[in-house]
C-alpha cells in the first residue's frame, strides 16, 4: 500500500460530513482496489479521521468498533437502525459526487 493512496484513501474519509455514513466499497470506487484494501488502510492510518463514519454495505461497523462508533453516531445524530447498525439509506454519502 504506497502513501499516495493511504493519502487517498483518509483524505476522502476526512470529507464524510457529520452525521452522514460511506462504505469501504463506494471509498474503492473513488481511490481503486477494493473494500478489503480501504479496511486494512483504515485499520493501520485511520486513527486521525472519523473512521466511523465508514461502514460495512449493510450498515455495519466490526464488532470490535461498535461501542466507540455507536457514540459517535449518537452525538452526531447518524441514523440509526433500531438494531444499532447504521441506516444506510438515510445516511449514506457518496465520495464519487463530491
Known sequence: MTEDYVEEVLSVVERVPRGR???YGAI????GGGPRQV????SRHGG???WWRVVRSNGSLPPSHHD????????EGTPLRRSGSVD???????PAAS
Open 39 to 42: 479496511g486494512a488502510c483504515l
Open 48 to 50: 486521525p479521521v472519523p
Open 28 to 31: 474503492a470506487d473513488v481511490v
Open 68 to 75: 466507540e462508533a455507536r457514540q459517535a453516531y449518537l452525538e
Open 88 to 94: 444506510i439509506a438515510a445516511a449514506f454519502w457518496s
Open 21 to 23: 455514513v460511506t462504505t
